[in-house]
């Protein structure tokens, strides 16, 4: 037997390149990635490729190893040509992610030491450092000492555990499901749906409330239905508000709807995952007002903050009560106990392992200070006013309200013609050139295309790129 152990350790001892072998794969990986970043000004923000990344099936998973280079050459080909560019400071489409460097650089630490951050336990200054970043998030919220909360892979698990967390407080039984009421808009996030779904509340009535001209929920005529329903024997259980909806940057009257709440004594939840961190600059502080009295907010630092993709946060005012939700132990964790001074991640989520992504905040927040952060929202909520300007220039656009933070809509009125086919037709024109990216979205039934600026690459010169890109494809169409 030990032979036999002896054979499969050196075989196994692959898996450990030595010092050489290491300084080889680190250099060339960031070479790949200097080479990305040097160049992401020329490399366009969508790319059409008719084998649509296709060739990674020509490696496939083999005894026999592969070399680095030929990998590398196949990631630049299939992975990293091919659609949408989230790096790129032209994309302007969806809510954009752009990935701080240092963000990598913490990242590749973490999956190096590969410190398991879920438990206090295990590694007391990661979790400390992860509920250093929740709490900095709750003080910018404005809730107070206990509150608590995690670090999720985005804002659909941040909205789910919110959900879960309102449904455990109220104590509803299932066998009430069907007479429990969730409010929200038709701008809510489709995230918040499958929640509910996945929370069990399939059953539940959801009211979509009205909104006023602006796309905004009508504080009015939520109190009003929720004491129909009141009346009716039902249990209103929930208010899914928007600080920055996806589709058209509207904020919820939170102030408003923080007191309806209060006064009929329910859970009020703010999706602030594109908005959130707009707080930091006065004007969001403006807009946002009486997201404070809210019980949970969802918070997404891969938008706001321009981390890398799979980092969201729920932020809950009463932590004790996401503890509540969430807790759960088993007998082979009790050597765990032994160290409670804070509080575990595994506790408030319903993961147990995890990523320790909390490193990829901490570490650029020390390193840039949040100064710089606040002058970039501040930067793009002026880019997005100044593009809404200038292309009120160019005749025959139309758009929608000014935005509230960094989203607007408009369309082009074409002097013959559908107006929806013409602005389909626009959108699919930018993107066959692939030099900026927007998107487009209907609103009952009428199209129009998206601006939504949040990529910290984002700058004057991306903005006046995408008006001229605009212009030269309208002229082109007509």
């Not at 002896?6 to 196994?12: D, K, R, S």
């Not at 009003?224 to 039902?234: A, P, R, T, V, Y």
């Not at 502080?285 to 907010?297: A, E, H, L, R, Y």
């Not at 993107?431 to 949040?454: E, N, W």
């Amino acid at each position: 037997m030990k032979k036999q152990i002896n054979q499969l350790e050196c075989l196994a001892r692959k898996l450990e390149p030595s010092t050489e072998q290491r300084k080889n794969l680190f250099e060339k990986a960031q070479k790949y990635g200097q080479n990305f970043l040097d160049n992401i000004g020329d490399l366009p923000a969508y790319e059409v490729d008719e084998n649509m990344g296709k060739g990674v099936y020509d490696l496939p998973f083999e005894d026999s190893p592969k070399e680095l280079d030929t990998i590398l050459t196949l990631l630049k080909s299939e992975v990293d040509r091919s659609g949408l560019n989230p790096a790129s400071g032209k994309h302007a489409g969806y809510i954009p992610g752009g990935g701080v460097y240092p963000s990598a650089v913490a990242d590749y630490l973490a999956a190096v030491t590969n410190r398991y951050a879920g438990v206090f336990f295990s590694s007391p200054g990661a979790v400390r450092i992860e509920n250093m970043c929740i709490r900095w998030m709750c003080d910018l919220i404005g809730y107070p000492d206990g509150a608590s909360g995690n670090l999720t892979s985005g804002g659909s698990l941040a909205n789910l555990i919110g959900l879960v967390v309102a449904r455990d407080e109220a104590d509803i039984k299932a066998s009430n499901f069907s007479r429990a009421v969730i409010y929200t808009t038709r701008q809510v996030h489709h995230c918040v749906i499958k929640a509910i779904n996945f929370a069990g509340l399939r059953e539940a009535k959801v009211r979509t409330i009205p909104m006023d001209n602006r796309y905004r929920m009508n504080a009015k005529e939520l109190n009003k239905q929720i004491e129909s329903d009141k009346n009716e024997g039902l249990i209103p259980l929930t208010i899914f508000a928007s600080a920055g909806t996806t589709d058209l940057g509207a904020v919820d009257p939170l102030d408003k709807i923080g007191d309806i709440a209060d006064k009929h004594d329910l859970w009020f939840h703010v999706d602030a995952a594109y908005g959130g961190f707009f707080l930091l600059t006065d004007h969001g502080q403006k807009v946002m007002d009486g997201i404070t009295k809210s019980d949970s907010v969802t918070i997404d630092p891969h938008k706001g903050l321009f981390l890398p993709y799979g980092s969201g946060a729920l932020l809950v005012k009463d932590g004790q009560q996401l503890h509540d939700s969430q807790h759960m132990t088993a007998n082979y964790l009790q050597d765990t106990l032994k160290a409670t001074e804070e509080t575990s991640p595994a506790d408030l989520s319903p993961e147990l392992s995890k990523h320790f992504r909390g490193l990829r905040m901490w570490l650029p927040l020390q390193l840039f200070g949040v100064q710089p952060f606040r002058a970039a929202l501040n930067e793009k909520l002026m880019l997005s006013r100044y593009f809404y300007r200038e292309i009120q220039k160019i005749d025959s656009i139309e758009v929608g309200p000014e935005p509230e933070l960094s989203v607007l809509f408009f369309r082009y009125l074409p002097d013959n013609g559908d107006a929806n086919t013409f602005n389909k037709k626009l959108t699919n024109e930018i993107h066959d050139d692939g030099r900026v990216f927007l998107s487009s979205t209907h609103i009952d039934g009428t199209v129009y295309l998206r601006l939504a600026v949040l990529n910290f690459r984002t700058h004057l010169d991306e903005i006046e790129l995408m008006i001229n890109v605009l212009k030269e494809k309208i002229e082109l169409i007509q």
